[in-house]
């Protein structure tokens, strides 16, 4: 697997694995065969691994610690802190609020390096931004937790330019985790010309377009009853039948090159810069080798015009999400 950095101390893979899904928002799985997923990942050269506390909540960075356990010193974990957390509750029903609070910021990092099972956390990020904390204290105490080797390097998520900027001023952000993929492409423009000016990693989380980019659904039916993607507008019936159809664009140019349209979809966010690592979910070992084997596919300039343009803003149906979730990103 090639690798890429993150930062000026983080070498990665290419491609990284969202772990999210195995025990979160679309569903979850039973933990043999996550586990099963997680070491294949290893052995296949993914070392880039990405939980959060509130995924489950706090089950995912569990399952991620006790898989990679036994690896440790080949894998970087990267895990997020920023919510209000009710533990009675599941999925998107734990999170009450935003809260990066640096005494929040402590507490979690202590309470994920125990479910983690792990001396340090390699990456930890700020979930979302928190309108009612300054940034600069946030990412102050996150410092605190460097200084007293805890936690090795620092993240944002869905930050704007200004967050970034400010945030960086107090020390130095390894990486920026917002969504981006052919059908979302918000960061482009100011954020990643920030990112690139800086020396910040950019790391798009659901880079398949949350698995739609792939082909496999194509109903409402494809999708579990407590699904997270049932209540975003883009996979409305209507909304789905629009973007079905440019699906079928990316898996014509998939098949005219001999990979999959989900291979294609990566290939793509990795020739927008050498300093993107996306980190698609996969649960089961034959997508997760898929997504890896996109990391051999070159693009030429004209090929990713020719997606830029094939799948541009102004022919996605539907929002990326609705109303104004605990979970919807701030500015």
């Known amino acids: 697997m090639k690798t890429r950095k993150l930062g000026q101390d983080l070498e990665v893979s290419a491609i990284g694995l969202g772990c999210m899904g195995m025990s979160h928002a679309y569903g979850g799985q039973d933990e043999e065969t996550s586990i099963k997923t997680l070491h294949r990942a290893v052995e296949i ?3 880039f691994f990405d939980t ?3 995924y489950g909540p706090f089950v995912n960075e569990e399952l991620v610690g006790k898989a990679l356990k036994p690896m440790r010193d080949k894998v970087v974990i990267a895990t997020k802190f920023g919510f209000n957390i009710d533990p009675s509750k599941k999925d998107a029903a734990a999170m009450s609020g935003l809260n990066s609070r640096p005494e929040n910021v402590r507490a979690v990092a202590e309470a994920s390096l125990k479910r983690l099972g792990v001396d340090v956390i390699d990456l930890f990020y700020q979930h979302r931004y928190d309108p009612e904390v300054p940034i600069e204290d946030t990412v102050g105490a996150m410092a605190e937790l460097v200084a007293q080797g805890k ?3 620092l993240g944002l998520s869905e930050a704007s330019t200004d967050i970034i900027r400010r945030a960086h001023a107090v020390h130095p952000i390894s990486a920026l985790q917002s969504e981006y993929s052919l059908w979302t492409r918000d960061p482009e423009g100011d954020v990643l010309d ?3 000016e800086l020396g ?3 790391v798009p989380f659901s880079p ?3 698995g739609f980019l792939t082909g496999k659904i194509q109903s409402m039916s494809d999708m579990g009853e407590n699904d997270l993607r049932r209540t975003m507008p883009r996979f409305e019936a209507e909304n789905m039948a629009a973007n079905l159809a440019l699906v079928k664009l990316v898996e014509e140019m998939a098949a005219e090159k001999g990979i999959t349209a989900a291979q294609l979809a990566l290939a793509w966010v990795l020739a927008k810069g050498d300093f993107i690592v996306p980190i698609p979910g996969a649960r089961k070992i034959p997508n997760l080798e898929q997504n890896a084997a996109a990391a051999d596919v070159t693009l030429s300039d004209a090929d990713v015009k020719r997606l830029d343009d094939m799948l541009s803003p102004d022919k ?3 929002a990326r999400y609705g109303g104004q979730a605990a979970w919807t990103p701030r500015r």
């Open 45 to 47: 050269g993914v070392n």
């Open 52 to 54: 959060a506390e509130v």
């Open 151 to 153: 936690v090795r390097a």
């Open 194 to 196: 920030t990112c690139r």
């Open 200 to 202: 910040i990693g950019f």
């Open 208 to 210: 398949l377009g949350r």
């Open 316 to 318: 996605i149906s539907g």
